[in-house]
């Protein structure tokens, strides 16, 4: 079946400093989103990519899809203590089974 | 407008009993989805409904079921309870179902504690 990997598992930076997490799936998505989710909070939708390239920016936060429509990737600029939470990819594919496939998700912590 | 609400938001149960949790979409939509979150397995997709019609379900035991009534409001019932069932169960609701579906709202979920 579909497998969302997502990497790193965890990372920990200081105040300042930028983020990244990446997204691989196995097979080729319809779209994919991502979502943050606060400690002990539930996962909020950030943002919707659907074609292939395709670059999206919220204030410091970049969003890329890839060409191949399989990996899809999210930094963070200059990182503040507001950031800190787990980012989920989800990817969905197209045609019947669209069901939305989560990564396990980048455990973000930031020290001040 | 209100969220997506959920109860009970915290419940303990044993082993072999089976609960039934509730889920009650944003006004409007029509889509509700379940997910199961556990600290190993991040979200894992259960079921989603559309219209009282399950549109899609993913890989869990037969001793998972859920039901949407003609309001949109959805429950999930786990029978036969085990240790491994404790998680956090999510309810997400969407305006559409399938490949359309955009952006999933959440609920805060219901935390289960299976002793």
């Known amino acids: 079946g579909q497998q969302v990997m997502q990497i790193p598992q965890y990372q920990h930076v200081q105040e300042g400093e930028d983020f990244t997490t990446y997204c691989n799936s196995s097979?080729?998505?319809?779209?994919i989103q991502w979502y943050k989710q606060r400690p002990g909070g539930h996962p909020v939708f950030l943002i919707q990519?659907?074609?292939?390239?395709e670059v999206k920016k919220q204030k410091r936060l970049t969003f890329q899809f890839g060409e191949a429509k399989k990996n899809s990737s999210l930094h963070i600029t200059a990182t503040q203590t507001t950031d800190v939470g787990t980012y989920f990819c989800?990817?969905?594919?197209?045609?019947?089974?669209?069901?939305?496939?989560f990564g396990k998700g980048t455990l973000l912590t930031v020290n001040p | 407008k209100a969220g997506v609400t959920q109860t009970p938001r915290y419940l303990i149960k044993t082993r072999g009993q089976q609960v039934t949790l509730s889920c009650s979409p944003i006004?409007?939509?029509?889509?509700v989805s379940w997910y199961q979150q556990t600290p190993g397995q991040g979200l894992q997709f259960l079921f989603e409904?559309?219209?009282?019609?399950?549109?899609n379900k993913g890989n869990f035991p037969g001793r998972f079921s859920g039901r949407q009534f003609s309001n949109s409001r959805s429950e999930m019932n786990v029978s036969t309870l085990e240790l491994g069932d404790s998680a956090l169960y999510l309810c997400?609701?969407?305006?559409?179902?399938?490949?359309?579906?955009?952006?999933?709202?959440f609920g805060e979920g219901s935390r289960l504690t299976v002793l």
């Open positions: 409904y559309f219209s009282e019609t399950q549109r």
């Open positions: 097979t080729t998505l319809s779209n």
């Open positions: 990519l659907v074609k292939s390239g």
């Open positions: 997400a609701s969407s305006l559409k179902a399938g490949g359309t579906a955009g952006e999933l709202f």
């Open positions: 006004s409007g939509h029509r889509s």
């Open positions: 989800a990817g969905r594919r197209g045609g019947s089974n669209y069901k939305l496939t």
